[in-house]
């Protein structure tokens, strides 16, 4: 049973300061596109979104999904940088976009990831579907398992690609899921997403993605293009500390989703803040009684950092509020989960999240559990 506990004190060291009048954000802007998300990449929260979950097919997009497979097998050491990839028959002869490989030579991985991400090629996605799993239909395989495990619930990969297929699909929100997941699990290889140009086989090629020239702040990701998805684009961007992540699907051309991605950003960063509420281990209510125990009470910490994102300026309208388990009972473990905190604006929660033991509590003696039941006793008939 939980019991509410509302502190006036716990607003003040959330966010202090004199209410002020009802925040006002506009509508969000309306694109020229089948579907778009925009998401806070820090808290997850999604701030303006349009047929998110409308199943398209992904075109080069998908070669996100390749990348991400590709930096968890080097995360993981399974496979190294300089590990030298053999090119195929199958991969040379791809069309569309290429890195321009040659059948029957090796080429470094890193050099492959850098010509999927940066050049879009789909010959060095294939010798890297190949290299990885055997063959493209293996590793198409593997793109489903993952999509499962990021939660991507509309995803369907056939190819390494996006080379059009019938169930070929994804939809905006999955590609937010799969572009946080990029820069949250392997920051050590995303840096690669920023980069504007790549040269092999003495062929210079320009990152497709024209934000990269255009806004300081933007470092990623991907674009994709067949005639039945349009140009597409998913960005992220830094300012001040705060990192969105825009997906537009189903645009007219490349200007088209360069100007309708700037869009979102602007917005998400014009009208929208994020800021680390709280650090781990943070204490958030002191002296929580406990009972049975050697000890009388236990502090109750935030067990990992603690973010929000929120209207511009609506910080002092936040409403916090801490639950508590009603009898809190030894033995404790460390980081034994006793309550939650939870934030709300107008109604809307926007945090909901654990608070844990600061420290273990062994079980007391017999004499002092039997005094804390007949206190408890005692208690129970007067509350």
Known sequence: ???????????????????????????PPELSASAWILVDANTGKVLVEHNADQQLPPAS????MTSYIVASELHNGKIKEQDMVPISVTAWKMGGSKMYVREGTQVSLIDLLRGVIIQSGNDASVALAEYLAGGEGAFADVMNQQAKL????NSTFHNATGWPSDGHLTTARDLSLLARA???????????????????NNIKQPNRNRLLWRDSSVDGLKT??????????????????????????????EEARARESQKLLAFGFRY??????YSKGDVLQENTRVWYGVEDTVNLVSPED?????????KDQLEAKILVDETIEAPLLDSQPLGRLTV???????????????????????FSRMWDAITLFFKSLFS
């Open 1 to 27: 049973m939980l019991k509410k506990i509302v502190s006036a004190g716990l607003l003040l060291v959330l966010f202090t300061g004199v209410v002020q009048a009802k925040v006002l954000i506009p509508a």
């Open 182 to 200: 990029l820069i949250q699990d392997y920051p050590e290889h995303y840096g690669i997403y920023a980069e504007k140009y790549f040269e092999y």
């Open 150 to 153: 990021l939660g991507m619930k």
């Open 224 to 253: 994709g293009h067949t005639e039945e998805a349009g140009y597409c684009l998913v960005a992220s961007a830094v300012r001040n500390g705060m990192r969105l992540i825009s997906v537009v699907m189903g645009t007219s051309g």
């Open 306 to 314: 603690v973010y929000l994102t929120i209207p511009r300026g609506s």
């Open 344 to 366: 709300s604006f107008e109604g809307e929660q926007l945090l909901d999240t654990p608070l844990v033991a600061d420290r273990s509590v062994e079980e007391a003696g017999i």
């Open 272 to 277: 929208y803040e994020t800021g680390k509420v």
């Open 61 to 64: 997009l998908t070669k996100m």
